[in-house]
């Protein structure tokens, strides 16, 4: 079995689309017969989840996605998905409803928070979360002790982090992303040049993100933002009134918005989402129409906020000023 195919689905594709056929933890990626049938390409855009029988094109234009069985009848010209899908394994998914990490990572330790040893450390994060009643211990994937960090997880240490891990250790707070392979480090010290410090650990098939939850899993509304406190501050105190209905919140300290959706669908199942952006005063709205305009095969809507009185979300007071990009 593969995920909740039998084995000869894999054959099939093969046999109707080429031998290019990806798989991963998550998805068997494999040419678009929309887009791309009988096209030679190093990396093809059509993804088929191994857990529920979806598919979804991420070819820019191709605005194909749906059931497996509108999938099989483009090649076939009839519905035959009985004879590839075992509908016990659907069933288990669907109990289980949990993430399956990609295979080829491997785990990372987070080291015991030791506020005692990093009270610095420990109240900047507090100020930072405008000291909500917020138990460090319950923050995932944050790191206060970067050197234990290091040591536990075995990282290679090379010239570049040599010559800054004494500053890291020093002056920097980690998070790990949610699939364990970049640690997104935050400079206590606004003054300083080097505000940002991005460890990669292992690579990853899509961007990496760290994200929070919000208060319905079965909501398609993301909200998303450069900066992790960003998403933090509108989880916490939900200055838009929106935590009801979304499903996470994600940070990838990062305006790739495009590469982050398009990671949240595959993850976390979740298709054609609803996506809010806290926008840092810095990105252009033209910059989210043509956000929206590319990539309406993979968002539904799009609403981008800004805070007018500061320069991004976690500046406080929040006065949301609202975009709906069409």
Avoid at 149 to 160: A, H, L, P, Q
Avoid at 174 to 190: A, E, I, K, Q, Y
Wanted: proline residues 3%; aromatic residues 12%.
């Amino acid at each position: 079995m593969i995920g909740i195919y039998q084995d000869n689905f894999i054959d099939y594709l093969k046999d109707n689309l080429g031998d290019k056929i990806k798989i991963t933890s998550k998805n068997i990626i494999c040419p678009c017969p929309w887009c791309e049938y009988g096209q030679d390409k190093d990396h093809y855009h059509l993804y088929i989840s191994l857990e529920i029988p979806i598919f979804h094109c991420f070819h820019a234009g191709c605005e194909q996605s749906g059931m497996l069985r509108k999938f099989i009848k483009k090649i076939e010209g009839h519905d035959i998905t009985d004879k590839f899908v075992d509908k016990s394994k659907i069933s288990e998914m669907k109990k289980k409803k949990v993430f399956v990490r990609d295979e080829q990572l491997r785990h990372v330790t987070i080291p015991k928070l030791k506020e005692d040893v990093f009270p610095n450390k420990a109240l900047y994060v507090k100020k930072r979360l405008k000291f909500a009643n917020i138990s460090m211990k319950r923050i995932r994937g944050l790191i206060f002790d970067v050197n234990e960090f290091i040591r536990v997880n075995k990282i290679v240490v090379n010239e570049s982090l040599f010559r800054i891990q004494d500053y890291l250790h020093t002056n920097f707070v980690g998070f790990l992303t949610s699939h364990g392979t970049t640690v997104v480090f935050r400079n206590m010290d606004d003054t300083q040049t080097m505000k940002f410090y991005k460890l990669k650990i292992q690579e990853s098939t899509f961007l990496d993100y760290y994200k929070l939850p919000g208060n319905d899993i079965r909501s398609k509304k993301i909200v998303l933002s450069e900066g992790i406190f960003d998403i933090f501050s509108e989880q916490i105190y939900d200055n838009l009134n929106l935590k009801d209905g979304v499903n996470i919140y994600a940070s990838v300290l990062s305006s790739k918005y495009r590469s982050l959706i398009q990671s949240i669908v595959y993850h976390e199942q979740i298709f054609r989402p609803d996506v809010v952006i806290l926008s840092d005063r810095g990105i252009e709205l033209s910059d989210y129409k043509k956000l929206k305009k590319y990539n309406e095969h993979i968002i539904n809507s799009l609403v981008v906020y800004y805070n007018s009185r500061g320069k991004d979300f976690n500046d406080s007071p929040v006065i949301p000023n609202k975009f709906v990009i069409r």
